[in-house]
Structure formats: C-alpha cells, structure tokens
C-alpha cells in the first residue's frame, strides 16, 4: 500500500478508474428504470435489448481496449492511459444524445457504442497497474486497484444517481432520472479524462 501510494501515476490512475466506475455501474443500475420510466418500455422486451447490448457491446469494449493498449503501447507505454481517456472523451457526445433522445430504439442503438467505449478503460487500466509494480507485487496491484474501483464505484455509484434523481425530481418530476444520469455519466466522464491524462 505504501509502494502504490508512492506512486503518482498510480494514484491518478486508480482515481480515474473509479470515476469511470462510479458513472458505469450508476448507470447500469439505473438504465432499465430510465427506460421504463422515460420511454414507457416493456420490461421483457427492454430486457432481452439491453442484455444483448452488453454481451456484444460491453464485451467488445475490453476486448477492444486492451488490443489498442497493447498494440499503440508498444511504441509508447503513455497510450495504456491515452486509449482509456480518448474512448471516454468520445463516449461523451454518445451519451447526451442517448439521455436525451426523445427516441427509446434511437436511444438503445446510441447505447451500443457507448457500451463499446464504455469497457475500453478495463484492460489498459489493470495492465499499467501491473506494469508499474515488481513482479512480486502484480496480483497484489490488481487487488487493490479492484478494490478501489468498487468501493468508489460499485459502492457509490448507484447511490449517487439515485440520490441526486430524488434531488431533481421537484425540477423535472418524472424526468429526474434521465437528467441524473446525464448529469453524472457526463459530470463523471469528464473528471476521469483529467485524471487519465495525469497518469
């Protein structure tokens, strides 16, 4: 924990991965209830739609981020950071136009490369997590970065936009979830970026 800490990159790093994390899992938690509630979408039908999204999309997303960090990583270590700052950066616009669609299938396809994008931060996260420590350190790296990433963002996350829905709902009543996870996808997305290009 000391050695980690030392490390600035890392600290960067692992910050970057939970924001990232805090907006992903809030959003996953919370993007059937915006269906449902903003679109008027069947559960059955909006069920089988979003688990295909994530097993393709999702799925493609860290396969993708990993093969770029590699593959641009071997001319320059920084791309394992740069890969995971450009997705996000170019998940942004995918995601006001997918909260704010008046459209649920238009919405759904924007999901699909924002689910792409969305994953990519994965697998050049835990790679330089492990590039940055010895050898003997490398499962206790992931360990901790693991733990980090779900305390900020399996633990909050959901939290957040569910809190800050009931917070907007005297603003924008039945809305107030759509706009908090917009707010906190793209508020969130952002603030990782800054921390990607830090590390």
């Known amino acids: 924990l000391r050695f980690m800490n030392g490390l600035k990159s890392f600290r960067h790093l692992a910050i970057a991965a939970a924001l990232h994390a805090f907006y992903g899992y809030g959003a996953s938690a919370f993007v059937a209830a915006f269906f449902r509630r903003s679109h008027g979408m069947e559960p059955g039908e909006l069920g089988s739609l979003l688990a295909g999204i994530a097993f393709t999309a999702g799925a493609a997303g860290v396969f993708l981020g ?14 394992y950071m740069w890969v995971p700052g450009l997705a996000t950066a170019a998940y942004i616009p995918f ?5 704010l669609s008046p459209d649920p299938y238009v919405a759904l396809a924007l999901s699909f490369p924002g689910s792409v994008l ?5 697998g050049p996260t835990f790679a330089m997590t492990q590039t940055l420590v010895p050898s003997s350190m490398r499962a206790t790296a992931a360990a901790i970065l ?35 996870l917009l707010f906190t996808v793209v508020g969130f997305a ?10």
Request: hydrophobic share 45%.
């Open 190 to 199: 952002a603030w990782s970026i800054f921390h990607y290009v830090c590390a």
């Open 95 to 99: 995601a006001f136009a997918l909260y």
């Open 146 to 180: 693991l733990f980090v990433i779900n305390i900020i963002g399996l633990g909050l996350g959901p939290q957040g936009v569910g809190i800050l829905s009931d917070l907007l709902a005297g603003t924008f009543g039945n809305e107030s979830l759509r706009y908090a």
């Open 66 to 79: 990993g093969y770029l960090g590699d593959y641009l990583g071997k001319r320059d270590e920084r791309w």
């Open 118 to 122: 969305g994953g990519m931060y994965l």
